[in-house]
């Protein structure tokens, strides 16, 4: 029987047979000599073996619950980040052999962490040294667009305007492609260090007005601010600009001339709240629950100037914050998103 390999169990057994054995033979003995006291001894007898029978199986057990305690307190070490916790299992029987499976699925988590890891530093060096690559060409590409658009001017020459401005819309989504896919792969890669500070809220939102009131005001589209002027809260002022800016382009590229963006914020006891709502085209609710996927676009989608990256980005940036970001959209009324960061001084 595989149960007994263990040598407590074994010990366990044995025990249970002796004392059983040796009260059997006392009671035999006594029995045998006093004729008596035989009435006391069929009560006295098997009560004390149960009671010793109880003893020894007690003490086995809370060794056993000990011994699965400790499992218990070395898993949730390991669950904290303590990689290098294992398990005792240096004996023989079924639960060792489970300890055993244990420490070894942690060493293949291990294993394949260190993997994906190194995969990621690997993904991350590849893309920035393409990156790096592409921004001489595309530099090149933008001086010899603004000539050829100069040229065009001066020669009145419509035709050749019209496809130079073309040409630098197209050069402006490479640029932003390049940097975008530079900006993700670094947060897959964990290479992001956040420099967090105290920043003023208001401040912030006024700096993604000002970044995008020149578009606004060519789109014939207001961008309305409104919170309080003294909400502030602990986070890259850069990163959050970033996040922010990416859902109010997103907003602007689903709104039609004469609607609105609207960027709101508040606070509650442990949270800070920042809200972006426009009163656009909405999201087809069978694309909601894939908006964050990278360069996923909606086959209902009307916008030929996205690349699938703007929101992805901003769902990196809001969760490196310990954020959450939220969409709550209607086809045809607009959508809204949410962003949720706690107030880490206030838990």
Known sequence: MRILINAKVKALFGQMVFWILAFSLVSAVFLDKDTAGRGYLHVLVPLTMGIAVLAVCYRYFREQDRILEDAVVKIQEYMAGNRDVRIECNEEG??????????????????????EGEHKIFLQNTISDISHQLKTPLAALGIYNGIIQSEAQTSGLAAIQEFSDLSEQELDRIETLVQNLLKITKFDAGTIVMEKRDENIAEMMNDVKRQFAFR???????????????????????????AVGNLVKNALDHTRSGDRVEISWGQSASAVRITVKDNGSGICPEDLHHIFKRFYRSR???????????LPLAKSVVEAHNGTIEVDSRQGSGTVFHLHFLITTKL
Request: hydrophobic share 40%; charged share 25%.
């Open 300 to 310: 209902y989608s009307q916008d030929t100037q996205g690349i699938g990256l703007g």
């Open 94 to 115: 079924e639960l060792y052999r489970l300890f055993h499976e244990v420490n070894s699925l942690a060493a293949i988590l291990n294993a394949k962490a260190v993997n």
């Open 216 to 242: 606004a005001g060519q789109e014939d589209k207001e961008i309305v601010l409104s919170g309080g002027e003294n909400i502030s809260f602990l986070c890259d002022r850069d990163w959050i600009l970033e």
